[in-house]
Every structure is written in C-alpha cells, then in structure tokens.
C-alpha cells in the first residue's frame, strides 16, 4: 500500500509563489498533481514519468507551474510561481505504477491508483 503525503500548501498572495511537495512516492511510478475547486470536479495539473525525463501540464498552468522529482528522496514537486486567485483549490498527488505508459495519456483520475489526502492552496487577490 502507497502512503502519499503532500505539504506546502498554504495562503499566499497573487502573484507569489508555493512549492508543494508529495513524499513516499518510488521511481517505479508515474506521478501527478491534481486540483480540485469548491463546486468543480478535480483536475489533472502536471503529470511526471518515473524518471523525470517527460512531464506534462494543464494549459492552464503552463508557463507558471513546474513539475520535479528526486528519486533518491521519494519524493515529487510543484514549484507554483505567479499564482492567481483561480488557482485556490485542495491539491492531490496521485501515483500510478508504471514505467511504460506515457505520461501525456495518464490525464484522468482513473488513471493513477493512489492518492495522498491533499494539501489546501489558498490564492488572495
């Protein structure tokens, strides 16, 4: 059983920053992040492959939001810069054990398998 553990999140004014973490993830998985608003459904970020080497993101982050990870800490990034208020959400980080399946078709929530309990991101304006 994988325990996902986020941290990080936190309030922050826009404009500014946050780096969120995921710890006990392993470099046999592929990793996301996922955000969910009140009153929408949750929705993929950026997704990682195990080893780094191919990322992914939501259009709307892009250019703003940086997915990493360091295999030999267990442990995947979001480095959050130019936040906006419309990025206030509860932040999930989600595993799936793979090293084959692209991470450009792993953008849904039934494509991972574990999920840490979230980390709450709050945007002043």
Known sequence: ?????E???GLVQ???SLRLSCARTTSSYAMAWFRQAPG????VVAGIN??????????????RFSISRDNAKNTVYLQMNSLKPEDTAVYYCA???TRLTPIMVLTTER???YWGQGTQVTVSS
């Open 40 to 43: 929408k459904e949750r929705a």
């Open 14 to 16: 826009a404009g500014g």
């Open 7 to 9: 941290s990080g999140g």
């Open 50 to 63: 195990w080893s780094g080497s191919s990322t992914n993101y939501a259009d709307s982050v892009t250019g």
């Open 1 to 5: 059983q994988v325990q996902l553990v």
């Open 95 to 97: 595993a799936k054990p």
């Open 111 to 113: 494509s991972y398998e």
